[in-house]
């Protein structure tokens, strides 16, 4: 990323003036400004419309402590980004400006992190993925993902605020789910849609309380921003009907828990490399290396799409979580779940899932982790092994040897290490950032050293 000069400040000042005239005519006073922390969780501050320009040409004042927060909000003072010293600016994204329909007289904008000289801060998330995409599309490939997400919704407990009390306990995927919750459900889509939100489709999932919902594709800083804006959305709507949800990986222990699973495709020339090709199950020869690339560093990249010592209480066997390193058609117990769609539209729906992540991650660096994945299997032709059909758990452990079918990680401790390890991932984030979000994992792991798992999800349910 550029630094911001004189001519971009005056470019940003003006389109944020006309940003700001707009939103003033639809009663809207506030734009929360918002960031995504190393520990996955949404950091915001705010300004009065009128200041919108002003923020836009020169940013809000941030510190630079907020790399080293850990989940329960205490820091890691040991690290550099630890201390009182020093300051950010955050600079709102005039392109991305949203009426947030859930909090009527208020406005989003995701941020950009900037030094006070004007050059990219360089352990910004979503200015690492703006940079990631660019080269990409440098190599001639645009790549569209979606996240799903998984929630689930307590009515609160006026004796014990904390404790969970699902809002439903009608069966799994069933319309009596819908049928209790059907005011609120409503108004989770209608205030996603007036916010400019693409809902393709939403349903009761399998856990008491569990509901999930489906966006469009689009690029990955899209569709990380999108993130941000459902999350919060979901809260508030939420809020509003006397209800709590929470996205933590791990609800109850013991439950199936909530992923953030990313579904993704690589595209060039107008064309989805991800099906019509010679690779194996039909996927396309760039699809497949890119699918590899991920398979081949997704011990490393459960660092960032399970960055929480709660997402390890969710990655079980036989829970479609997708606990073995391996891939498959349309198996929901593979890590990778090659997805074709139906007859006659497979050439434009067909994709991946990763079934593995979850909502505690920061979902520009899941994505940035995933494209540098992809882009090192595009670049050395990595293909992919044999696919798994059914469960892998079922099988024999020497067969699972045999076929290169290892266990990922079972623990934050085993996925830092081997990110750490991983030469590509911490090329593509540079030192500052690499070292940051390992520094703040292991934090987490001390955090929790001695908890049980109860305790765990206790601590957690309610930061996520």
């Known amino acids: 990323m550029d630094p911001l000069t004189e001519e971009l400040r005056r470019d940003?000042?003006?389109?944020?003036?006309?940003?700001?005239?707009?939103?003033?005519?639809?009663?809207?006073?506030?734009?929360?400004?918002?960031?995504?922390?190393?520990?996955?969780?949404?950091?915001?501050?705010?300004?009065?419309?009128?200041?919108?320009?002003?923020?836009?040409?020169?940013?809000?004042?941030?510190?630079?402590?907020?790399?080293?927060?850990?989940?329960?909000?205490?820091?890691?003072?040991?690290?550099?980004?630890?201390?009182?010293?020093?300051?950010?600016?955050?600079?709102?994204?005039?392109?991305?400006?949203?009426?947030?329909?859930?909090?009527?007289?208020?406005?989003?904008?995701?941020?950009?992190?900037?030094?006070?000289?004007?050059?990219?801060?360089?352990?910004?998330?979503?200015?690492?993925?703006?940079?990631?995409?660019?080269?990409?599309?440098?190599?001639?490939?645009?790549?569209?993902?979606?996240?799903?997400?998984?929630?689930?919704?307590?009515?609160?407990?006026?004796l014990d605020p904390d404790a969970f009390r699902p809002a439903t306990?009608?069966?799994?995927?069933?319309?009596?789910?819908?049928?209790?919750?059907?005011?609120?459900?409503?108004?989770?889509?209608?205030?996603?849609?007036?916010?400019?939100?693409?809902?393709?489709?939403?349903?009761?999932?399998?856990?008491?309380?569990?509901?999930?919902?489906?966006?469009?594709?689009?690029?990955?800083?899209?569709?990380a921003d999108t993130a941000v804006l459902v999350r919060e959305t979901i809260r508030a709507v939420s809020g509003a009907h006397g209800l709590r949800a929470t996205f933590s990986p791990m609800v109850v222990p013991g439950d199936v828990g909530n992923g953030g699973h990313v579904h993704l495709s690589l595209w060039r020339e107008g064309m989805n490399r991800m099906y019509g090709g010679p690779g194996p199950s039909g996927i396309g020869r760039e699809g497949e290396n890119f699918a590899a690339g991920i398979l081949d560093h997704l011990p490393a990249l459960l660092a960032l799409g399970c960055p929480a010592v709660v997402s390890y209480l969710r990655l079980r066997p036989s829970c479609w979580a997708g606990v073995f390193r391996?891939?498959?058609?349309?198996?929901?117990?593979?890590?990778?779940?090659?997805?074709?769609?139906?007859?006659?539209?497979?050439?434009?729906?067909?994709?991946?899932?990763?079934?593995?992540?979850?909502?505690?991650?920061?979902?520009?660096?899941?994505?940035?982790?995933?494209?540098?994945?992809?882009?090192?299997g595009l670049r050395t032709g990595a293909t992919l092994p044999e696919p798994v059909a059914g469960d892998p758990a079922r099988l024999d452990s020497g067969i699972r040897a045999a076929r290169g079918i290892t266990p990922l990680p079972t623990t934050l401790a085993e996925a830092v290490a081997a990110f750490d390890s991983d030469d590509v991932l911490c090329a593509a984030f540079g030192d500052e950032l690499a070292d940051t979000i390992s520094s703040v994992r292991r934090g987490e792991i001390a955090l929790f050293a001695d908890a049980t798992p109860e305790q765990i999800a206790d601590a957690s349910r309610w930061r996520y």
């Open 169 to 223: 306990s009608a069966p799994a995927y069933g319309m009596a789910r819908v049928s209790e919750l059907a005011p609120y459900l409503r108004e989770v889509v209608s205030r996603l849609r007036d916010s400019g939100i693409a809902v393709e489709q939403i349903h009761p999932e399998y856990e008491v309380g569990q509901f999930e919902l489906s966006v469009a594709a689009s690029n990955p800083v899209d569709t």
């Open 12 to 158: 940003r000042s003006d389109r944020a003036s006309s940003v700001a005239a707009t939103l003033r005519a639809r009663d809207i006073d506030v734009v929360a400004v918002t960031w995504v922390d190393t520990s996955g969780i949404v950091r915001m501050k705010a300004v009065p419309v009128e200041r919108f320009s002003h923020a836009a040409a020169w940013g809000i004042g941030a510190s630079p402590v907020f790399d080293a927060f850990l989940v329960d909000d205490s820091i890691l003072t040991e690290h550099v980004a630890g201390g009182p010293t020093g300051d950010l600016r955050l600079y709102p994204d005039v392109e991305r400006v949203t009426a947030f329909a859930a909090l009527p007289g208020w406005a989003w904008a995701p941020a950009d992190r900037y030094t006070q000289n004007g050059t990219p801060h360089p352990r910004d998330p979503r200015l690492l993925l703006r940079r990631l995409v660019g080269e990409l599309a440098d190599d001639g490939y645009e790549l569209r993902t979606a996240i799903e997400f998984e929630w689930t919704v307590s009515r609160p407990d006026p």
């Open 326 to 376: 391996c891939w498959g058609l349309e198996n929901r117990e593979a890590a990778l779940r090659y997805v074709t769609g139906s007859e006659g539209e497979r050439e434009h729906a067909a994709n991946i899932e990763i079934k593995t992540f979850d909502a505690a991650a920061n979902p520009y660096l899941a994505s940035a982790g995933l494209l540098a994945a992809g882009r090192a």
